[in-house]
């Protein structure tokens, strides 16, 4: 079955401190790749995307995500945490099967960071 | 416009009641999606509208009912639910053919009672 994996469930850091948030999906096609952060009481906000080429993919607000096809993984990291980042990230695959508009979430992992 | 807006944003209903759910986008989105999303939990995937065809239902119960009038709205229709379907239930969009993001709306937050 398809799934996406989150290892940290809950992470807390200090300010300045740095991230990295770990992604492993189980689906042998093609896939595209997404983190989504959602803020208190917020939307869903895309923070990334990786579709193809360069794995090594820039965001908005210093965020950064690493695709490994080999690992099957797609690690979000930030070099310094600020308190405003405190918030649930989700990973997030779509299969390029044909015809499948699917956006698979992962378990999210919460993120403190404290000021 | 870059927006999914969804009504009503809170709703509470008893398990006898009929209710809907609306969403709207303006982006000329093709696709459209219901999620389910749970305290604590990643959202779920309920259905999906291509093309305003149905394309995908995740084995949903059938007092769930979606339909896409046209292709900026999209509906769920709620008919006798019952308390554990309480949940944040979000819309989203996304342009067809594949290799594009989904946009999320805020959600509306049901509880039945």
Redesign the interface.
Known sequence: AQSVSQHNHHVILSEAASLELGCNYSYGGTV?L?W?VQYPG?????LL?Y?SGDPLVKGIKGFEAEFIKSKFSFNLRKPSVQWSDTAEY?CAV?P?TS??????????T?LKVLA | DTEVTQTPKHLVMGMTNKKSLKCEQHMGHRAMYWYKQKAKKPPELMFVYSYEKLSINESVPSRFSPECPNSSLLNLHLHALQPEDSALYLCASSPAPLNTEAFFGQGTRLTVV
């Open positions: 595209n997404f989504y917020q939307h869903l906000q895309l995307k579709f989700f779509n390029t015809g499948t508009y699917k956006y698979i979430f992962g378990t999210g919460r």
